[in-house]
């Protein structure tokens, strides 16, 4: 049985950054361990590292990941960003959750 991806919405420059990515990360890791297959948007923090690009590069990718998701989990915390991913998945009609629980909860009443 294929594993849903879930598409983690999460702030990113508002407050510490290395914050905002290590509780990313911890959400990816709890994901993993409940049967999910996470994608996280803030692994691009890494990749902008090495090789750095506007803003909008990585707002534009990330928004075409979107599609490729089953639901995106909105993480707590101001971002103008994940709210706007959360609007883009709203609007092409991918589930939008707003927290684990309520994600195991989803999953549980969808069809696999």
Sequence with gaps: ????????ASPYS???VAINVRN????ADKLVEAGFL?????????????SPHPYEYWTEMDLEWIYHCDCVLRLP???SGADAEVKFAA???IP???SFDELLLHDLLSVR
């Design 1 to 8: 049985m294929r594993k849903k991806v879930v598409y983690i």
């Design 14 to 16: 508002v407050g510490d």
């Design 24 to 27: 990313t990360i911890l959400m």
């Design 38 to 50: 996470p994608f996280w948007p803030l692994s691009s923090h890494f990749w902008h590292l090495v």
């Design 77 to 79: 915390g101001e971002s």
């Design 91 to 93: 609007a092409i009609g």
């Design 96 to 98: 939008v959750l707003f």
